[in-house]
């Protein structure tokens, strides 16, 4: 006997009763064929057992034993397959309601805690002073607060309404400018005046990619876990489309060109990571170590799918700002070498980006007390991770973007030749600092 075939003799015969289950119209006759199968398939493995040598099929032998051993004549050997728990989904959406709950109560609590401190409104401005990381994290937590996906349409043009007459307003009204113009950065595009789904804003990235994230980090298998990597590049590649800047426009050649890099990158890591430790390990511990793939694989797509799209500004260049964020030497006269390092360090940073979300929550999960737990409470672990990645993502992200301060400075010395011996129209004398937007 071909052991291919009794597997999929076996297959063949457990599906037959799995159909019985559900169109159990005359249930004696397949209570018969039942039985006849069984018995057919334990005479066959008896069968196999004596034709081939444990040193050919050692791992085949032991399985057969395992269904011997679990198997009676003329009884159904469906006991010798475990049945896999099922899902708990209604769990994991309680833990995911949870990890929003959770971001949104951290922004609630950041923007109350400061609303008495805020600066006079100016529309160019920013509530948080940009030069610490306390201010970086503060702005970006609230530029993600998921809070802001509630705001209908008509609030949305209220609130626009409130900003074009914001000349005319008292002091009092600083702090409801400020949560005015943060409903409408958050739903309107800067440069087109066009709304943005809410899938893809800024404050649509827990909600919305987050449990894409979880499904890859829970992904126990290749497949899986290369289906959620090509879900996660074509979300994070519609992000990059409605949120791009359209002041310079982006052809499809680039649109296209990065979405085919991203996601072929992140399916080629994570194919030949999760194929190198399915052949290295056992099922069981190449189970647990596929959880760590996402990781890498949404750091090479997230990379490549940064630099792809910034990489036009090495050839063009960016404009130099001095220290009052006006652009030297006029419009149309950019630097080479800050688009150069505003493209690196955003490239490298995008990296950064992708560790509380892939990293943290397999580390907490496989340490500790949260280790301890799910060992004795296994159905627990899809919910945890739900609640950890969705956690890390709302809080994380901000806290690695707040890092790198976004507009960046860079020596005179260190510049294109054609603005190191500039000199400032105010003081008459050269400038030593530049300063440059690195983007995000």
């Not at 306390?134 to 705001?151: H, T």
């Not at 069981?284 to 799918?305: D, G, H, I, Q």
Request: overall charge positive.
């Amino acid at each position: 006997p071909n052991f291919n075939e009794i597997v999929l003799f076996r297959y063949d015969y457990r599906s037959i009763v799995d159909w019985r289950d559900t169109n159990s119209r005359d249930p004696c006759f397949y209570d018969l064929l039942s039985l006849c199968f069984s018995t057919m398939f334990q005479t066959t493995t008896i069968m196999f057992k004596r034709c081939v040598t444990k040193s050919n099929f050692p791992a085949w032998i032991k399985q057969t034993k395992r269904l011997e051993s679990s198997t009676k004549l003329g009884q159904s050997s469906t006991k010798a397959l475990p049945e896999k728990a099922p899902a708990p989904v209604a769990q994991s959406l309680i833990a995911a309601v949870g990890g929003i709950a959770t971001v949104s109560a951290v922004a609630a609590a950041i923007e109350s805690s400061t609303a008495s401190q805020v600066p006079p409104f100016d529309p160019k401005s920013q509530r948080f002073s940009q030069e610490s990381f306390g201010g970086r994290f503060a702005r970006m937590l609230l530029e993600c607060d998921p809070r802001l996906l509630i705001y209908s349409e008509a609030e949305v043009q209220k609130c626009k309404k409130l900003l074009e007459s914001y000349t005319s307003q008292p002091p009092e009204m600083d702090h409801e400018l400020w949560e005015a113009k943060r409903i409408v950065d958050s739903a309107v595009h800067p440069d087109t005046g066009e709304t943005i789904p809410r899938p893809f804003r800024m404050s649509g990235y827990v909600p919305f990619n987050g449990p894409i994230c979880v499904a890859m980090v829970a992904s126990q298998s290749t497949m899986s876990l290369l289906f959620w990597s090509w879900i996660n590049q074509s979300q994070n590649a519609l992000v990059n489309f409605f949120n791009r800047n359209a002041s310079s426009p982006m052809t499809n050649e680039t649109l296209m060109t990065s979405y085919a890099a991203a996601v072929g990158s992140a399916l080629a890591v994570a194919f030949g990571l999760a194929t190198i430790i399915q052949k290295r390990f056992s099922p069981e511990k190449a189970k647990s170590l596929l959880r760590w793939v996402a990781f890498p694989s949404a750091v090479v797509a997230s990379s490549l799918n940064c630099y792809i799209v910034r990489s036009p500004e090495i050839s063009t260049g960016i404009p130099l700002l001095n220290e009052n964020g006006k652009v030297v030497g006029g419009e149309g006269n950019l630097s080479l070498e800050a688009a150069k390092r505003g493209v690196y360090s955003t490239t490298a940073s995008r990296a950064l980006l992708q560790a509380p979300v892939y990293f943290l929550p397999p580390i907490l999960i496989s340490m500790g007390p949260l280790k301890k737990y799910l060992t004795k409470v296994p159905a627990a672990a899809v919910p945890i991770t739900t609640y950890l990645v969705l956690v890390s993502f709302g809080v994380g992200l901000p806290a690695t973007v707040a890092i790198f301060p976004q507009i960046s400075e860079i020596s005179a010395n260190d510049v294109d030749p054609k603005f190191q011996h500039l000199k400032n129209p105010d003081t008459g004398k050269p400038y030593e600092v530049y300063y440059y937007n690195k983007g995000l």
